[in-house]
């Protein structure tokens, strides 16, 4: 779908909303006055839209930290939260990498009914990592990737769910985080000894210095490499051990909507992610929804830290899957 016949479709779509809105609106009322808790149904989520969110991001180039694409990406993603009706905190931090480089990160923090204490948290790292340090091509391991998958995928694909959050609400409190420096972990080519924590930085710093004091939500939902062509998404052993029962509801989920195919009932691997120190310091359960691919070394795609990470490798099918899975979840929340 082109830019234009995309958004005719969407003042259409916002025209046909509103008179329905006021077709219903006599007979809705008093019963919404009564009880203020009217369940939303589930809004549709758009693949398109997710698409060019998508594009949009690496149309910045690799957004690495203290780069100036970096830079202009995270105004973007603040002021595109910001119209799309969220409250926007941009969370500053400098870092320190595994290379000694000081990272001025940002973590952009999108809230919704920020009021409420009962919250969810969805989140995605937006940053891309520095290196093609599993390029089959060693002349490329100091190459930038451009993050299609890795990082741009999921961060487009919560930006579709804060669109539709915006336009339909939601019952409960609700905070999209983009986490800065997750990509910047230890480069396997230039042969350092192991260093602990070296991934995850913007996380790490976010969850031991959250933007509101004792900040907690009922659980939280990581979207990493999470809409890629064929992708397979299996249980992450992490996410299992921290909340079995939201991640059995997640893949329970995904299987009645249909997507069965993607979402597979088997057992990844342990994967250190955002997720295992939002857990580790905050103490709220996650889930974390990622590629597993078992034919190849690293168990995630073949394009994975590649030169190959490009939008050729993005499909609407799989953030389709991935994000109306993830509205129908946090619209049954009771
Ligand atoms: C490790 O490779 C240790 N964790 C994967 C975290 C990651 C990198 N997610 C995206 N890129
Ligand atoms: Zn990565």
Known sequence: MSYKSFYSAFCLTGALFMLTACNTSNTTNSSETNNALVRIPTPQFNADSAYLYTQKQVDFGPRIPNSAAHAQCASYLSSELTRLGATVIVQEAELRAFDNTLIKAKNIIGQFNPEKNNRLLLFAHWDTRPFADNDPDHSNYNKPIDGANDGASGVGVLLEIARNIGLAGHNMGIDIIFFDAEDYGQASHLNMPYMEDSWCLGSQYW???PH?????ARYGILLDMAG????????????????????????????RLGYGNQFIYENGGHITDDHVYVNKYRRIPCVDIIQHDPTTNSSF??????????????????????????MEVIYSEE
Request: aromatic share 12%; charged share 25%.
């Open 207 to 209: 969850a031991q210095n």
């Open 212 to 216: 509101k004091k004792d900040y907690s």
């Open 228 to 255: 890629a062509k064929n992708a397979l998404f299996y249980k992450e052993m992490n996410s299992m051990q921290f909340a079995p029962q939201l991640n059995k509801r997640i893949w329970d989920t995904a299987n």
């Open 301 to 326: 795609g073949s394009y994975w830290h590649t030169l190959d990470d490009t939008m050729e490798n993005v499909d609407r099918g799989t953030m389709k899957a991935v994000g109306q899975t993830v």
